[in-house]
């Protein structure tokens, strides 16, 4: 957390990733050669004229090494970075980790202001009305029909949208490079007791999310992103318990990981050295045709015994 807070606005600036080491990274050294995860907050901070407390709180969006993201979450990352060492794909990039609710606050500020609602917001609009509100609405929504998020999200999300509406800063003023809020006083302050209910509003707030964004891991839009295609990997070879939500249509672009748990399976994955792994066949490399069964039988998985190199 040290290296973190000293150098997030290095990263920021120069919008590079840095490596830092997962508590659970040491049950698997040596089974892929770098169990190191690459972080970067360049996906959640704009150039444009941010809420001056909101750049601040992005730094605790990569607390991935703290402890408070849970075992799953950390797992999960793993699987990901061996899957894409195996699959031969980019390193993929966390871009959000742990939040406590201020540093949700901003992130879902951030949000608001990057999809118009600060903007409609000063010109009156409001609710279905404000791009920005009902892209939160709508976000949380989706978060609590998948479960994902508390049952209260969507409510909490709407009364958030409503207090920002009521406290937009409407006559702003400012020149390049310089910082202007989006919203005064109590739609900054009050904002921090709606997310607290129920314990907060996203699974960012218990470490069972995770974000990688299509900034900082390099994916151009409309194509089939290295992550999709990962995340599609793990779903169909069922590695993991968990629910994405594509954020890739609004700013920032990401994905939206909830982990519940590592199945077996992906257990037996994150155990077995990627060197003892027989690649698939290039007619079944992942990605093209002709596509992996959604429900492969357990015999069939590339990293049973059967399939290594040395049996």
Known sequence: MKLIFENWRQYVKEGKAMKLK????SNY????EDT???????????PGPLDPWVVPKIAPDLDITSGKVTNSAQNFALLLDKLAEFLKMPEP????????????????????????GQEDAQKGLKGADNRGSQRIIDLYTECATKGACPESAPDTAERLTVLWEENVVKDVTWE??????AVSGPGWAD???LIKIDGGISKHQTGESIDYGLLSNSCSPGEECHIKEMLNYIEDYKL?????????????????????????????????????ITPEPPSRKYGTEPKLGPSPRWDDLPWKPVHRKED
């Open 22 to 25: 997962l508590p659970q990274a």
């Open 36 to 46: 190191n995860i690459g972080v970067a907050a360049k996906d959640v901070v704009s």
């Open 191 to 193: 904002a921090l007791d």
């Open 176 to 181: 390049k490079g310089k910082r202007v809020p």
């Open 240 to 276: 993991a318990k968990f629910d994405p939500i594509d954020e890739t249509g609004s700013t920032p672009q990401h994905w939206h990981i909830t982990v519940y748990g590592i199945t077996p399976e992906g257990m037996q994955f994150l155990e077995t050295p990627n060197s003892e």
């Open 29 to 32: 050294e040596g089974n892929w």
């Open 93 to 116: 990039i966390i871009t959000s980790g742990y939040r406590d609710a201020a540093a949700q606050r901003a992130a879902m500020l951030y949000i608001w202001q990057s999809n118009g």
